[in-house]
């Protein structure tokens, strides 16, 4: 495995990072160091400033804290090789806030460099990996979760979606050429598979790999993909990386998020544990009552927490506001200096964060409903 998985009861917070289970507290300068990636530095960040003007806030904050061949690419794009940038999904439910992060920061690129978005919609890995799963739904939810990628103000003139099941001719030849070069003993060591893994499984690497270098079939062009992604993404780019100079591609280079918390103790944001995730189409009330039961850096009491403080660094409220609540740094440093010295109680974080959830989910449910009646031109076989 990636890392090790082997849990055991004693060590239930054991870290588990794989593209397909993500568990225990996160350690963030261990997978840059295991996965081998690089970490975002000044430097880098000055690079883009030159591009981007102002720096957006998630890469300001180093919620996006890692890369590959970042630097590369902002070079060639100074000598007038644009990239692409391709982001994807698998649509295995509904869409949370912490799904789309990853989104909004492409949104963000996209507009500051002038690029191409491809999205992949990945109906056939969530059918062959998961033994429950059934192809009508999960590519019900590709449809589904289209919108709420529309939703955050993609134009179909540069962005294109891709929904595997429906469009795997598109995608064919290059995942054969892609799944020929990389050998069962690599792809075992990367991903873990065992000798119960289900053979669609085995193959499915090469589908997402597709993307990275799908543009030059479209355009003719030959160009890197840039892929803003979780960082549990970043295995199936290791073995990317490793055959796209044979095929004549440039590497795909990549930029790695942190995962949102859940409103639970420890953990990502995850739809498997709904009372801990806020969904895109949840209603008002529901949202208040999950943001009310969250676990938070509070004390006991008030008067406790009046005394001593609360401790924004473990607060999945904090979270919330540091990842896509709160754009003003000094109005976030003043909430955590507030909650360090009790001058401010768990109460009035949830109420003010219950507000901007509900303001941002009002209008994205009504772009969202909006997408319903563009969707088609967004799909790359359009
Ligand atoms: N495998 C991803 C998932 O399960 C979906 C995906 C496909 C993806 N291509 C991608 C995610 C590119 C990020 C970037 O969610």
């Known amino acids: ?25 996160v350690d ?21 400033r030159k591009h981007t003007g102002e720096v957006q806030s998630q890469l300001r904050r180093q919620l996006f804290f890692s890369h590959r061949d970042l630097d590369i690419v902002l070079d060639l794009y100074d000598k007038g090789i644009k990239f692409v940038l391709y982001t994807g999904r698998g649509p295995s439910g509904p869409v949370h806030i912490g799904h789309m992060i990853p989104w909004i920061f492409t949104k963000y690129l996209q507009d500051k460099f002038d690029t191409r978005l491809y999205f992949q919609m990945t109906d056939d890995e969530k059918f062959v990996v ?16 289209a919108l709420d990628l529309i939703a955050l103000g993609f134009q179909p003139e540069n962005t294109f979606i891709i929904y595997d099941i429906q469009d795997i001719d598109l995608l064919y030849d290059i995942a054969l050429e892609v799944a020929k070069r990389i050998t069962y003993s690599t792809a075992k060591a990367t991903f873990g598979f065992q000798d119960s ?8 690497p090469a589908v997402q790999a597709v993307p990275c270098f799908i543009h030059k079939k479209m355009t003719g062009e ?30 795909p280079a990549q930029i790695h998020n942190r995962f949102l918390p859940g409103l639970a103790i420890g953990g990502k944001m995850s739809a498997s544990e709904p009372e801990t995730a806020i969904f895109t189409t949840d209603p008002p009330e529901l949202v208040k009552k999950k943001i009310w039961n969250a676990y938070t850096g509070g004390k006991g009491t008030i008067a406790e927490q009046k005394k001593q403080g609360g401790v924004p660094d473990i607060c999945t409220i904090y979270e919330y506001f540091l990842f896509l609540f709160e754009e003003d740094d000094k109005k976030l440093t003043e909430r955590s200096r507030q909650c360090r010295t009790g001058g401010i109680m768990c109460g009035e974080c949830k109420q003010d964060l219950t507000e901007r959830v ?10 969202r409903e909006r997408a319903k009646t563009i969707i088609d031109k967004f799909h790359i076989k359009r």
């Open 1 to 25: 495995m990636l890392v090790d998985c082997s849990l055991t009861d004693e060590d239930k917070n054991e870290m588990v990072v794989t593209p397909w289970e993500v568990k225990g507290k």
């Open 222 to 251: 030959n160009v890197p993909a840039l892929i803003p992604a979780a960082i549990d993404q970043d295995p199936y780019w290791r073995i990317t990386r490793d055959i796209a100079p044979k095929l004549g591609y440039y590497k």
């Open 358 to 367: 509900n303001k941002f989910l009002a209008e994205h449910q009504r772009k």
């Open 130 to 145: 998961d033994d429950e799963a059934e192809m009508k739904e999960t590519t019900r939810y590709a449809y589904d979760n």
């Open 197 to 204: 893994t289900n053979l669609g499984w085995v193959f499915w």
């Open 28 to 48: 963030y300068e261990r997978l840059v160091r295991e996965f081998g990636t690089q970490p975002i530095t000044k430097e880098l960040l000055d690079k883009v």
